[in-house]
């Protein structure tokens, strides 16, 4: 394995180990906050921000952060992400109240939100399309669907052994060593000079539409759908999301162009990662519940419950990587989808009286194979034929997807849940001995209702992500490879004979270094052609990142060029192109 080799695969231990210590803490927290309520005197009804309030800013950021981390340097927001994330973890554990709490909370969330689609984004410009990254993405995919459960496990552990406290410092020395490596290992990428700019109307405007979104599924854990509050918030966030789409079209540098959408294995799995969002959030959620509540386990318990569907879904996150390279992205997902229905099936019947073996066990087979099978090709199909100055925006809007996914599964399966609670022990006279049943009752309805939530994802899967789409495809026939050295030469030659803006020569200086050689000027200024850079042909599928030219890089020698010589025409424009003027990259 060479060094270059070496280092793309420890850049990948550097961003799992973040990403699952993002995913961890959504889980890790729930199961202390009994202990947490009595150590910093939390009233019931302010005790559901400790996690609200993280889901608040992480979901409301995510764009911003994706967008900002494509303008200053993915590389760069994420070490500042974390080194926030690590702070405001350290913060959390030292809290002495519940405001201050709930406040460092909101802070975590904030630099989560600038983490995960920075991550993301990094590893799609170090991992060539196609088997190298459905690797990194499945080892990726394992990291973020084992994270809840583990984050369960863990909570019980630390929760119980050494205080609620080390539930957060956890995270710092983790995040210190992330950022000192980090420094050494990662790659810095950003999108084009002559697209560097914020569309700060645009950014205030989907940052304040999904923070109000998430603002209003959360605090359904406390106030009714049809209350003022919700209803006024999912009225607000629909408003400001319009603006956002309005403003959008016209602006000149979008925060989400919406030219993404051109990518229809793009679209389809956003669709199917808010559903698939949607279902395991809500799972995990419920069978929490479940598991303490009705069959008594304790939260260390409840923990190691979940290391079966834990390893389940390690193991088929490696399978599905396999199998989407040789069958296509849209079977594997379809038999995802389908295996999680199963499972959200068969946990609809968990009883009073169940045990591990008959009522979990199986279920977590079934729905751990199916988010190994599911959320792996949704994260592929989310970024085939993604540029590298595309790699922000398309992670921010999967991690978006999900995230709102799951806040609005969990809100609708707990309300309907506790709906059919309220009801059960309502028609048997408030007797408290029916509890148990009365939340099986609830839960029997609700993951059915996860189950056609995932139905409508298998729906999605197949109309949205097409039947042809791979993960590695190869250059169209009659499409000859591309001589990378060459066109480096020739984008060179273009930025001195027109004395041309920085764009094109920091385009140039960024995307053609490697290229040593550099055509001598001939007549008129322009390039000799007899000054050819030698050939070192690389297919545009296997193409890193330092080596292909980007869209902008590329149209500062797609001018006309009537005025040159024949010569400096031939020399500029690179083998197997044949006119500058009409070719689109």
């Not at 603002?215 to 009225?235: I, K, N, P, Q």
């Not at 041309?500 to 290229?515: E, K, N, T």
């Not at 000054?531 to 001018?559: K, L």
Request: net charge positive; with cysteine.
């Amino acid at each position: 394995m060479s060094p270059d080799s070496d280092r793309k695969w420890l850049a990948l231990v550097l961003l799992c180990a973040v990403q699952f210590m993002v995913v961890l803490d959504v889980a890790i927290v729930n199961v202390a906050l009994p202990t947490i309520k009595n150590a910093l005197d939390f009233s019931d009804a302010n005790l559901q921000w400790v996690v609200s309030a993280y889901t608040l800013t992480f979901g409301g950021f995510l764009m911003l952060g994706s967008r900002i981390a494509d303008l200053l340097g993915r590389k760069r927001l994420f070490i500042g992400g974390l080194v926030l994330f690590s702070a405001a973890s350290l913060a959390c554990g030292l809290s002495q109240s519940d405001t201050q709490l709930i406040v460092f909370r909101a802070i975590q969330g904030l630099g989560a939100a600038v983490i995960s689609p920075a991550a993301l984004a990094i590893l799609t410009t170090t991992f060539s399309e196609g088997e190298e990254r459905n690797k990194a993405l499945a080892i990726w995919g394992a990291i973020a669907g084992t994270g809840g459960a583990v984050g369960v496990l863990l909570g019980g552990i630390l929760t119980d052994q050494v205080g609620w406290e080390w539930i957060f410092f956890l995270n710092v020395p983790i995040g210190l060593i992330v950022i000192l490596a980090g420094q050494r290992v990662l790659h810095e990428s950003r999108v084009e000079l002559g697209s560097r700019s914020l569309d700060i109307a645009g950014a205030i405007l989907v940052t304040a539409g999904l923070t109000l979104l998430v603002y209003g599924l959360v605090t359904t854990d406390t106030y009714s759908w049809t209350s003022s509050r919700v209803l006024g918030s999912l009225a607000g966030a629909a408003v400001l999301l319009a603006g956002f789409v309005a403003v959008e079209l016209r602006a000149k540098a979008p925060i989400l162009p919406f030219s993404i959408f051109r990518l229809k294995s793009l679209t389809g799995a956003n669709i199917v990662g808010l559903l698939l969002g949607a279902a395991i959030f809500s799972m995990f959620f419920l069978l929490s519940l479940y598991m303490q509540q009705v069959l008594g386990y304790s939260a260390l318990k409840a923990g190691v419950a979940y290391l079966l569907v834990a390893s389940v879904i390690i193991v088929a996150a490696g399978a599905s990587q396999a199998l989407v390279t040789r069958i296509g992205v849209r079977s594997v997902l379809i038999t995802g989808m389908v295996l999680l229905v199963a499972g959200l099936v068969w946990f609809s019947q968990v009883s009073v009286h169940g045990s591990y073996a008959t009522d979990l066990a199986p279920g977590f087979i079934l729905a751990g194979i199916g988010l190994g099978f599911s959320f792996v090709p949704v994260q592929i199909a989310s970024l085939i034929g993604v540029t590298h100055d595309e790699a922000g925006i398309a992670s921010g809007l999967i991690n978006t997807s999900q995230q709102v996914g799951g806040a609005l599964g969990v809100a609708v399966l707990s309300t309907i849940t506790f709906t059919r609670y309220d009801s059960y022990l309502g028609d048997h006279g408030k007797n408290l001995a029916l509890i148990p049943n009365a939340l099986v009752d609830g839960f029997h309805v609700a993951f059915l209702v996860g189950a056609g939530l995932a139905l409508i994802g298998l729906v999605a899967t197949l109309l949205f992500i097409p039947k042809d789409v791979k993960s590695d495809q190869p250059v169209p026939a009659g499409e000859p490879a591309i001589d990378l050295r060459s066109r480096g030469a020739a984008l060179r030659a273009r930025c001195t004979a027109t004395n041309p803006s920085r764009c094109c020569a920091s385009a140039w200086s960024r995307d053609m270094r490697g290229s040593q050689t550099i055509p001598t000027a001939g007549a008129g200024g322009w390039p000799d052609a007899s000054a050819a850079a030698p050939s070192a042909v690389i297919s545009r599928s296997t193409a890193t990142s330092t080596a292909t030219p980007s869209r902008s890089a590329w149209n500062c020698i797609s001018q006309p060029l009537a005025a040159a010589p024949p010569s400096a025409r031939s020399a500029v424009t690179p083998p197997g192109i044949a006119s500058t003027t009409s070719r689109t990259w």
